[in-house]
């Protein structure tokens, strides 16, 4: 690597797209100077504890840490995700206390305890702990994050052990060759892509404390510079510069996308990604066959749709409980039936998610 220290493992991937979203965790760096996690005594050490993961169909793995317990309407407890505490949609409240009410709607109709139970800390539990099965579901729950707190701590220490065998020696403590190698080429990453120091500064929390250069963040800048030398020698001058120019036409795709707030006009935009013309062409082609008049409906029916199931996920007029819950579901059938009268709606939904680039800048 030239002037710079040499791991005996180095993986860095970048995911373009998410990357170009500012999405920090696109970037992501793996690297081992003497790769002491592959000694067979500390990989036997890691391999041997149980996993506090567990897997729930349409979410990401989860860690049992963090879930918390929730007290359902109808009497049951249950986990769920802690984020739900704070996540809402608009300025409804928390999905943690919608939940409350339709565990199984928010949760896809799995139980987050059950995979609990059936997670390797909760297989421990079940073979250590006499009639462990049989106590009350909050001690179950209470044992299980105690459990995997342990298994964490054990797993910390272990780690500790892995760092001072990876980076120590009989005259030196355990710190590595470059400190903080993902800090240093998230910085030239996202320095390069948006070509400001001070606006990746900000996307990755780190303060300008130099007033006397405003428009510049000197900690950004001496992390890029090292970060840069790493990524060249990582994947080749020109083919780095290649990545960045993908990652600068998506960002500057995505800022525009940005500025349309109107889900009509979205939708013409996706129409146009989808089938290789204009969101003006779009609008003339709606306008001549009447698909404007049906767009129109549909989102007309999708936001009453939306405002039917936040009332219903209330729960806090029981008379009206049950019209909202029929009103929802005669909304989205005719949702349904509005989209099967024109091919275009099944194009632009396809396209909605957004999970990779469009047509037009892939």
């Given amino acids: 690597m030239g002037s710079l220290a040499k791991p005996t493992h180095l993986e860095i991937?970048?995911?373009?797209w998410q990357a170009a979203q500012e999405k920090v965790g696109a970037v992501n760096v793996r690297v081992s100077w003497r790769g002491a996690r592959n000694d067979p005594i500390l990989t036997a050490v890691f391999d041997g504890l149980p996993s506090s993961t567990l897997f729930v169909r349409g979410f990401p793995p989860t860690n049992i840490l963090e879930l918390v317990p929730i007290k359902l309407l109808d009497g049951r407890v249950e986990l769920a995700p802690k984020s739900w505490k704070s996540l809402r949609f608009g300025k409804g409240r928390p999905i943690y206390e919608l939940a409350r009410g339709d565990f199984e709607a928010w949760s896809g109709g799995c139980s987050f305890l059950n995979e609990a139970r059936l997670s390797e800390i909760g297989k421990l539990a079940s073979r250590l702990v006499?009639?462990?099965d049989d106590y009350p579901v909050k001690a179950q729950i209470d044992f299980m994050g105690r459990t995997a707190k342990k298994v964490e701590a054990v797993r910390q220490s272990a780690g500790d052990l892995a760092?001072?065998?990876?980076?120590?020696?009989p005259h030196k403590k355990a710190v590595p060759p470059i400190k903080n190698l993902q800090a240093k080429i998230r910085a030239a990453v996202f320095s390069d892509m948006m070509k400001s120091t001070r606006r990746a500064g900000e996307l990755l929390g780190v303060p300008n404390k130099d007033e006397g250069t405003r428009y510049e963040n000197q900690l950004i800048r001496k992390r890029a510079e090292l970060g840069r030398e790493l990524l060249h020698n990582y994947y080749g001058e020109s083919e780095y510069a290649a990545k960045i120019e993908c990652m600068q036409r998506n960002h500057r795709w995505w800022k525009w996308y940005g500025t349309i707030g109107d889900p009509k006009e979205q939708m013409y935009v996706l129409l146009a990604e989808a089938q290789g013309t204009s969101a003006d062409h779009e609008k003339l082609h709606a306008s001549a066959d009447g698909f404007t008049e049906k767009r129109d409906?549909?989102?007309a029916v999708v936001e009453r749709r939306l405002s039917?199931?936040?009332i219903y996920q209330r729960r806090d007029?029981?008379?009206?409980?049950?019209y909202a819950q029929q009103l929802a579901n005669q909304l989205w059938y005719q949702q349904k039936a509005i989209e099967e009268t024109d091919a275009r709606f099944k194009t632009a939904l396809s396209l909605a998610e957004l999970e990779a680039p469009p047509p037009s800048i892939a």
């Avoid at 991937?13 to 373009?16: A, K, L, R, V």
């Fill in 317 to 322: 007029d029981p008379a009206g409980e049950e």
């Fill in 308 to 310: 039917a199931e936040e």
């Fill in 130 to 132: 006499p009639g462990f």
């Fill in 297 to 299: 409906e549909w989102v």
């Fill in 13 to 16: 991937s970048i995911d373009e």
């Fill in 163 to 169: 760092t001072h065998m990876e980076y120590a020696t």
